[in-house]
């Protein structure tokens, strides 16, 4: 899923060989999950791949890099109406198709009040991304349709998206993992919106530390999406299990009068924020909460206005 204005899109994707499709059932056996999650990390990718994309009447050319996946801004000829819009990918070998799917770009207009940037470990999903052990289980032995949402989540993101408003989930999850969350967001009724992740890995230890590293790459895709829409003001929700907070908190100076409140989820036994934090959000009239379960967010955000009753 791309996004972009109605001057500038961005669209990203990967062309990979071995890679089965993955149809899981809340009834599939712990070692059904474990081969299809094993899979993900172990198929093949494409380098110097040219891929065409089609946006309505006009075509554009891309190619993929040394690790199979292809990044690319466009400037169309023509603007697209607020909303979701179709995009077709095709991989062409001596000018004969050989391959063709679909994808989807959402363009964002002037009339969403703001936009919701989300994290999704241990913020919307429930994923124990501090405790290795119990992380592996998760991943290794459950599917999307298995794994679990926290309590209210669904509904509390439904009422931020009315009137419009986008959603974004910046996350530290590999693009290995896309299929997966585009699965679990529809079965769980989570808002669509594009999913920024970290790069594609491969291989068994990938998976094995699957979203881990430094997060940086949370900042620059934020800094990203703050610069595309300069005049929308935005929502962070994240978790103390990482680094949400100090991200935020970049994002808080970097872009002042951006930012209308910051929602972080207790993750273990952190209890509190450090006193310069809270001052800093304080100080910017931001509020900054960190939040038991999803029914103090929604409160906070309906007194806020944000949501309506």
Same mark, same amino acid.
């Given at each position: 899923?791309?996004?972009?204005?109605?001057?500038?899109?961005?669209?990203?994707?990967?062309?990979?060989?071995?890679?089965?499709?993955?149809?899981?059932?809340?009834?599939?056996?712990?070692?059904?999950?474990?081969?299809?999650?094993?899979?993900?990390?172990?198929?093949?990718?494409?380098?110097?791949?040219?891929?065409?994309?089609?946006?309505?009447?006009?075509?554009?050319?891309?190619?993929?890099?040394? !690790?199979?996946?292809?990044?690319?801004?466009?400037?169309?000829?023509?603007?697209?109406?607020?909303?979701?819009?179709?995009?077709?990918?095709?991989?062409?070998?001596?000018?004969?198709?050989?391959?063709?799917?679909?994808?989807?770009?959402?363009?964002?207009? *002037?009339?969403?009040?703001?936009?919701?940037?989300?994290?999704?470990?241990?913020?919307?999903?429930?994923?124990?991304?501090?405790?290795? =052990?119990?992380?592996?289980?998760?991943?290794?032995?459950?599917?999307?349709?298995?794994?679990?949402?926290?309590?209210?989540?669904?509904?509390?993101? *439904?009422?931020?998206?009315?009137?419009?408003?986008? !959603?974004?989930?910046?996350?530290?999850?590999?693009?290995?993992?896309?299929?997966?969350?585009?699965?679990?967001?529809?079965?769980?009724?989570?808002?669509?919106?594009?999913?920024?992740? *970290?790069?594609?890995?491969?291989?068994?230890?990938?998976?094995?530390?699957?979203?881990?590293?430094?997060? *940086?790459?949370?900042?620059?895709?934020?800094?990203?999406?703050?610069?595309?829409?300069?005049?929308?003001? %935005?929502?962070?929700?994240?978790?103390?299990?990482?680094?949400?907070?100090?991200?935020?908190?970049?994002?808080?100076?970097? =872009?002042?009068?951006?930012?209308?409140?910051?929602?972080?989820?207790?993750?273990?036994?952190?209890?509190? %924020?450090?006193?310069?934090?809270?001052?800093?959000?304080?100080?910017?009239?931001?509020?900054?909460?960190?939040?038991?379960?999803?029914?103090?967010? =929604?409160?906070?955000?309906?007194?806020?206005?944000?949501?309506?009753?």
């Amino acid at each position: 899923m791309g996004y972009g204005n109605q001057g500038l899109i961005y669209l990203k994707g990967g062309v990979l060989e071995n890679r089965p499709e993955f149809e899981t059932k809340a009834s599939d056996k712990r070692r059904r999950n474990f081969r299809i999650m094993l899979s993900r990390y172990l198929s093949s990718p494409i380098p110097e791949m040219d891929v065409q994309i089609i946006l309505g009447k006009e075509n554009f050319t891309t190619q993929t890099d040394e !690790f199979g996946y292809f990044s690319v801004w466009v400037e169309p000829e023509h603007s697209f109406e607020p909303g979701w819009h179709k995009a077709i990918y095709v991989i062409n070998d001596d000018d004969k198709e050989i391959y063709r799917t679909r994808g989807e770009f959402l363009i964002v207009g *002037q009339e969403a009040e703001f936009g919701t940037i989300s994290d999704i470990d241990d913020t919307i999903l429930v994923s124990h991304a501090t405790q290795l =052990f119990k992380k592996l289980r998760l991943i290794m032995t459950k599917n999307a349709k298995t794994r679990l949402p926290f309590e209210g989540v669904s509904e509390f993101y *439904q009422k931020l998206r009315s009137k419009g408003n986008p !959603f974004f989930y910046v996350s530290s999850s590999e693009w290995n993992l896309y299929e997966f969350l585009q699965d679990f967001f529809r079965i769980r009724k989570i808002p669509k919106g594009p999913f920024l992740l *970290q790069e594609y890995k491969s291989g068994l230890r990938d998976l094995l530390f699957t979203g881990g590293g430094s997060h *940086q790459h949370k900042q620059d895709k934020i800094n990203r999406l703050m610069t595309l829409f300069p005049k929308l003001k %935005f929502i962070l929700i994240g978790d103390s299990g990482q680094r949400d907070t100090e991200i935020y908190r970049q994002a808080l100076h970097e =872009f002042p009068n951006r930012i209308l409140a910051v929602y972080i989820r207790k993750i273990g036994k952190k209890d509190d %924020f450090d006193q310069k934090t809270s001052q800093e959000f304080e100080e910017k009239g931001v509020p900054l909460l960190l939040l038991e379960n999803t029914e103090e967010a =929604f409160v906070h955000a309906k007194k806020m206005g944000f949501i309506k009753a």
